[in-house]
């Protein structure tokens, strides 16, 4: 409606919603040294990140997104606040940190749409897979879930990836909550979470 | 950036006609509650009958008295599986519930309230365009056939709210009579958009809502055909025959009663108009952008309406693209729903998730012009473009595996 009110999300949301920044463009030739997808089409949002990477430093940096307008806005902001970064930085992003740039977003917008740190860290870990160097930024930014068994998110979302998607399966894969299972709750969000990303 | 304001979500609700508002705003001095003996009681009265009639002249009920003024459409349809509990909860009597899967998430509730109440309920599954399978109805109507037993009410939406599709009423009905149930409708969206008469339908239930034909919001009424049982939902005094208890909205009930009769006496012309309309949307959209998918049923369908998926662009950032540029629509993505599910109704017409979250919803009213249509379009082609550009998902492909 009228500029007088204020629009859904933020106006820097807004401004990488309508101007969004490092887009990839088929016709500009870009070439990158790394790329990583994720997300699922059947929740509505997916994306693609590329890197150019020299000397483990993030030179530059183009993306594509399927998805809203929080979704659009955040991955471009990542794609800016990456670029000259070092990698290993760069892996431990986390969607809070993307959120709060954006001068914040609602609470069920954060996981649902700001999958680009997830893009970014799968664009990494290949780049690192293809030089021998597979999993060495693994567990940097992780946080411990489980602290009688000190399983992490980083954990529980690799047994997603693996193919968990209840809490049997995933007790299955880490043993996560055998002891005390004060973790649960947590646990359950997260595998939630992570099965909206990577389930498919 | 235009100042340009074009309001395409009728569906939604509508605006106060102009009739109505001032004759509200006349009325508001008659405060007096029309359950009153006295004579300002009787004035006030004498109002909320007078609306009864128009509202049951505009679905051809020949007694006003089988109107029952409710707080909306939501009221209406929940008082209806209130008094199927109350029917069917004890040991012995008829309990199957026969609805369908794209009912507005009042009745899909209310429905699985039953369900979780024990009682056997089906949700009917549509085709491609958004209608269901009288053959399948009949099978689920039909005890030797269909497990549940005898079908004690068959709820079936006149008109769908996000596609537009219209169901056949008069096969629905007849099915339902011969199996000896109850049958319902909800005619929010039909009422005022196309011809809706309870006698040539057939139906024991119909709901109305008053703000979806330009009348005030938080009134509505539910028609109960006379011999019917209705249980109150609201228990209390003794307005509305016992059914439905609650002091009278004197000034909501009026404006309905105006409307209704405004919203009769124009159908004909606005039908015709608004058809016409969703046909230029239609073929402008059709011709501006590639890869699209009109959602609905091509013929039976309200004229109003028009439902696109657009793959390759997410429902949400249309809309909000769109808002922009001040034009105002609804859309079937699972970012506006507040779940994590695209729409129900997309989905149970088989699209798949990919032309469900980039659907748009369009709903024309009194106030679209061609000028408005023509301005929609011209906007729409650039959005779509943009957003597919920067996708990860080809639109070509998501149109594929959607006719797979």
Known sequence: MSDTFQWLYSPIVKEHFTNPKNVFDPDEG?????????????????????????????????????????????????????????????????????????????????????????????????????RGRSGEFKGEDAVVVCNCLNITDKDIEQAVKDGARNWEQLQAATKIGTVCGSCKPRAEELLHEYAHIFGN | MDNRFVYMDYNATTPLRDEVKARMIEDFDIFANASSMHEAGRRARDRVEKARAQVAALIGAADPRSILFTSGGSESNNTV????????????????????????????NAARRLSDEGFPVVFLGVDGRGRIDLNELESELDPARSTGGPALLVSVMAANNEIGTVQDMKAVSALAKAAGAYFHTDAVQAAGKMAVDVSSWGVDYLTLSCHKIYGPKGVGALYVRKGVPAEPLIRGGHQELGIRAGTYN????????????????????????????????????????????????????????????????????????????????????????????????????????????GSIRFSMGRGSREEDVDYVVEKLAPIIKRLRRMSTIAPAVAAQACRD
């Open chain 1, 30 to 130: 870009f070439e990158g040294d790394a790329e990583g997808v994720v997300g699922n089409i059947k929740c509505g949002d997916q994306m693609m990140f590329m890197l150019k990477i020299k000397d483990d430093l993030i030179t530059d940096v183009r993306w594509k997104t399927y998805g809203c307008a929080s979704a659009i806005a955040s991955t471009s902001m990542l794609s800016e606040v990456i670029k000259g970064m070092p990698i290993r930085q760069a892996y431990s992003i986390k969607p809070s940190d993307i959120a709060s740039r954006l001068g914040g977003l609602p609470e069920n917008k954060i996981h649902c749409s700001v999958l680009g740190d997830k893009a970014l860290r799968a664009a990494i870990d290949g780049y690192l897979d293809e």
């Open chain 2, 81 to 108: 599986f209130n008094t199927m509990y109350d029917l069917g909860r004890g040991p012995g009597g008829r309990r199957k519930i026969v609805t369908t899967a794209i009912e507005h998430p009042c009745v899909m």
């Open chain 2, 250 to 357: 004197n000034q909501g009930i009026l404006g309905f009663g105006l409307a209704a009769e405004l919203a009769a006496r124009d159908l004909d012309s606005f039908a015709e108009r608004l058809r016409s309309l969703r046909e230029r949307l239609k073929e402008g959209i059709s011709a501006s952008v590639p890869d699209i998918r009109i959602n609905g049923h091509p013929t039976e369908v309200l004229p109003n309406t028009l439902n696109v998926s657009f793959p390759g662009a997410e429902g949400e950032a249309i809309l909000l693209s769109l808002d922009l540029e001040g034009i105002e629509v609804s859309t079937g993505s699972a970012c506006a729903s507040g779940s994590l599910e695209p729409s129900h109704v997309l989905m149970a017409t088989g699209v798949g998730p990919e032309m469900a979250h």
